[in-house]
């Protein structure tokens, strides 16, 4: 079945610092990939998605890149901020599955 | 943006006891919602999706009688775990899609349940 695989963490960085969250995914067929955000106390939100090879979902200053050769869906920052502090989750839907696999989220701390 | 809310966001109960989780759409009807658990350093896992006025579908390893899904209304779902045992102390988390692609997700903040 349809799976992802993301980076354990938990995170912690400097402010300014790169960030960059593994994700790497099984599934058959194309599916489409999203990034979703958690802050604390509120539920997830939708970071940003792509939805065929190639593509770049953006959002925040944050980035990630549909890898179809590496089955990858990595997610970058260039430059962090506290507030970016947060559990992050990596996912997928399959068409003709229709149900979001998710990741086991990345707790990522980010000290001033 | 839509907005979930759901409730408790914390319960502590005791062993047999049931406890009942709401999850409501506050500015949307959602056509489908979606209940998922997940154990520490585990991966969301899929539980049931529930229609609106229909029975809710239960994915294979789900307990249909542990886990009580009632759809009530289309902005109202609710998850009731019976009997709960410690085994059953997790983080289960709603959502509701306002439309049939599913793409389109909003989540509730969760429900941290913890089984004495």
């Known amino acids: 079945g349809d799976s992802v695989t993301q980076m354990e963490g938990p995170v912690t960085l400097s402010e300014e610092a790169f960030l960059t969250i593994n994700c790497t995914y099984t599934a058959t067929g194309y599916p489409s990939l999203f990034w979703y955000v958690q802050y604390p106390g509120e539920g997830l939100q939708l970071l940003l998605k792509a939805t065929k090879a190639d593509d770049k979902g953006s959002n925040k200053g944050f980035e990630a890149t549909y890898r179809k050769e590496t089955t990858s869906f990595h997610l970058e920052k260039g430059s962090v901020q506290v507030s970016d502090s947060a559990v992050y989750f990596c996912a997928l839907i399959n068409f003709g599955n229709e149900k979001l696999t998710f990741g086991t989220g990345t707790r990522l701390t980010i000290i001033p | 943006g839509a907005v979930v809310s759901q409730h408790p966001s914390r319960v502590i109960c005791k062993s047999g006891t049931s406890v009942k989780i709401e999850c409501r759409s506050l500015d949307f009807q959602a056509t489908t919602m979606f209940w998922y658990r997940q154990f520490p350093k585990q991966s969301l896992m899929l539980m049931a999706t529930?229609?609106?006025?229909?029975?809710?579908?239960?994915e294979q390893g789900v307990e249909k009688d542990k886990f009580l899904i009632n759809h009530a209304s289309l902005t109202l779902s609710t998850l009731t775990v019976t009997s709960a045992h410690p085994e059953d102390s997790s983080f289960y988390i709603c959502?509701?899609?306002?439309?049939?692609?599913?793409?389109?997700?909003?989540f509730g903040s969760g429900t941290q349940l913890s089984v004495l």
């Open positions: 529930s229609n609106e006025g229909s029975k809710a579908t239960y």
């Open positions: 959502s509701a899609s306002r439309d049939r692609s599913n793409e389109k997700l909003f």
